[in-house]
């Protein structure tokens, strides 16, 4: 590696595909509300149906990350032409346990993971018996664990035959290039068998290049959503927010969790803006889905600077740890 310029910074390898097109998908069992969620973060109409897998194909879409300073310029300048930053969504079909295995629709659901460079990870923590669970009740951290138990299994099973490739090259036809592979995917089994997602354990640049060519689904970040009913988000009470939290810090230490209620957010959008505000005030709460984007758009490790006039005012994305050219 070249010495580094004076002044230059020194730039952070990331793990995970490079670029500025990424996608975060939502991921869940069936009927947890994870269309429901994507219609209202996308003000789009997805299907969202009390059956299991009314999502076969994903459905994709984008949302403008809301941005004070960029309305200012907006205002300021009054261009022609106005370009927020967006974050891309996949609204990925619900998976079951067994997935891995091919239960449900699980292979070909998994391989949308796959497809995404981080993931809203949505539970259901609201009860209605209009709305079927597929486990038969509601109870969010084994949901957690099932899903999170499929992710495991994937990678493993990923894992396993690059693994049996790479420890022939190296330890039977001595190909000493490998050996950084090698060692790093050891490393991977280690985690894996530990239950340890890969993206908790600390690596190197050349470890990193090596995990890039795989994209464990376990490498890819995890923001936790909490759907809760009207009513709990309201009064910001649930039975299962400490546990869902408990969950989070022994398995995933670090992660965001963010409470908010699909039937409450889907009621905002039918209402008049003078309405909406005055509902919200009268229950002394508001809208989480900014928080919710702006998280996911960090979750990808995406940043953003500004270019202002009057012809256009633009916000363009980067890469963390990248500088605009």
Known sequence: MPPKKKGEVERVPLLGRLGTNLRIGILGLPNVGKSTFFNVLT???AQAENVPFCTIDP?????????NRFDW?????HPASKVPAYLNVTDIAGLVKGAAEGQGLGNAFLSHV????ALFHLVRAFEDDDVTHVEGEVNPVRDLEIISDELFAKDQQ???????????QVTRA???????DYDTLLRVKKDLDEKKPIRLDTWNEKEIEVLNKHLFLTAK???????????DYIRKKNKWLPKIKEWIDKNDPGAVLIPFSGVFENKLIDMPEDEREKFCKENQTSSNLDKIVHTGYKALQLEYFFTAGKDEVKAWTIQVCFTAK
């Open 43 to 45: 003000k789009s109409e």
């Open 59 to 67: 459905n994709e879409s984008r949302v403008p990350v809301s941005d």
């Open 73 to 77: 310029l907006c205002e300021h300048y």
């Open 114 to 117: 796959s497809a995404c460079e």
């Open 158 to 168: 990923a894992l396993a035959g690059v693994l049996d490739k790479v420890e022939k």
């Open 174 to 180: 001595g190909d000493k290039t490998l050996k950084v």
């Open 221 to 231: 970040p995890i923001v936790y959503l909490v759907n809760l009913s009207e009513k």
